[in-house]
């Protein structure tokens, strides 16, 4: 009886066949696994962004309720209960974090539009600018907020805007808004920065009311000697009460820090009249968040 001869290649073809088999797999578990680690990735992104995002928006809420809270101590029937007006700092924690609130009336501040030459170059003396560059930039000031179109000495009118390549003129009326003031023709970012928060637009005053004045606005004021600056800063931190300062003209500068334990954090800066009676009112006159 004959037998059918087995063909001598057909364990390699069975071997081969095996080995395809064997790779097709190891690639498809490696696929597989790059799909894994990329879609784990991916959820890992997107949920720390959804953290982040609701972070920060309980931290906007959270810098929103430390100012209705400043309006309700403003507000307070009882003098004594009220919180300082003259930028003391309060805190406190929270289940959700911590907020930083400091009230200010706002002629403590430097009203752009009405003080005069010796107080703007004093806050910019403040400041660190340089004898030449603060005079300069005093004039330039001066010069965008009146409504002549004569330059003050050392000051920029229309034609030294367009020499400076500025697509826009001297004004030649009152700031809008202290963050107007970074068009001035030789305001720096960096200077701006540094002396944004002694500046207001509101409260109509030339002169500022020394009780409710920072220390680098009281430096800044002309006439104002050490020795009577430093008793004046002196008795407000012993006192630390508003009772003991003047009612202050109802408009005041609310700044808020708030914290989160995530490192989220939101500030917020709002420019509030006040308006006593049974029902107070509030008006919001700027809002800034994050500045």
Not at 38 to 46: A, C, D, K, L
Not at 78 to 83: F, K, T, V
Not at 241 to 266: C, D, I
């Amino acid at each position: 009886m004959l037998r059918r001869k087995r063909s001598a290649g057909w364990p390699s073809a069975r071997r081969t066949e095996r080995g395809i088999a064997l790779i097709m797999v190891l690639w498809v578990i490696t696929l597989l696994t790059v799909m894994a680690t990329t879609y784990g990735y991916s959820t890992r992104t997107e949920t720390a962004a959804v953290r982040n995002r609701l972070d920060a928006t309980k931290a906007r809420y959270l810098a929103e309720a430390g100012v209705q809270r400043a309006l309700y101590a403003l507000t307070e029937p009882a003098p004594e209960s009220r919180w300082p007006i003259d930028g003391t700092e309060k805190s406190w924690s929270t289940a959700d974090g911590v907020v930083h609130v400091s009230v200010r009336d706002v002629t403590g501040l430097i009203n752009i539009n009405g003080a005069g030459a010796e107080l703007l170059g004093g806050i910019l003396r403040v400041i660190g600018l340089e004898t030449e560059r603060r005079r300069t930039l005093t004039a330039a000031i001066l010069d965008w907020r009146d409504p002549d179109s004569l330059r003050v000495a050392g000051g920029a009118e229309d034609m030294d805007y367009a020499a400076a390549l500025r697509s826009y003129d001297a004004k030649d009326a009152p700031f809008h808004n202290v963050d107007e003031l970074q068009l001035v023709l030789g305001m720096t970012a960096a200077t701006f920065q540094k002396v944004e928060p002694y500046l207001t637009v509101h409260g109509g005053h030339t002169e500022v009311n020394p009780q409710f004045a920072p220390r680098e606005v009281l430096l800044a004021m002309p006439g104002l000697d050490a020795q009577r600056r430093d008793s004046m800063l002196a008795y407000r931190s012993n006192t630390g009460t508003a009772g003991v300062l003047s009612p202050g003209t109802g408009t005041f500068r609310v700044a808020v820090q708030a914290e989160l334990p995530s490192g989220a954090r939101h500030s917020l800066r709002a420019v509030i009249q006040v308006r006593s009676g049974p029902v107070p009112q509030f008006t919001v006159l700027s809002w800034k968040e994050n500045g």
